[in-house]
């Protein structure tokens, strides 16, 4: 019984070691993984323009940005974002 539970006695048996990477970077196992994939969807869509936003968006939102954009000019001096 012995010889046929062994590796040696299958015709299938795997006669070379399993080969193996050596990992030099820093990161985890799954991290480069991961990072591809984040990348992968991050850019799948490109990015909205201003103008396309503002278009889409509604009343309740336009005021708002125009409320923050009045505390930024006014109570801040910052008119850096109204150049482009």
Known sequence: MMPYQTWESSPVARIDP???QIKNDLTG???TTQ????I??????RRKLDS??????????RK?????????THFFGRTD???G
């Open 40 to 45: 992968e969807t991050t850019v799948a869509e």
């Open 18 to 20: 399993i080969p193996f």
């Open 52 to 61: 396309e936003r503002q278009r889409r968006e509604t009343e309740d939102q």
């Open 81 to 83: 974002f109204l150049l």
């Open 29 to 31: 196992l799954g991290k």
């Open 35 to 38: 990072d591809f994939r984040m």
């Open 64 to 72: 708002a940005r125009e409320a923050s954009l009045i505390i930024q």
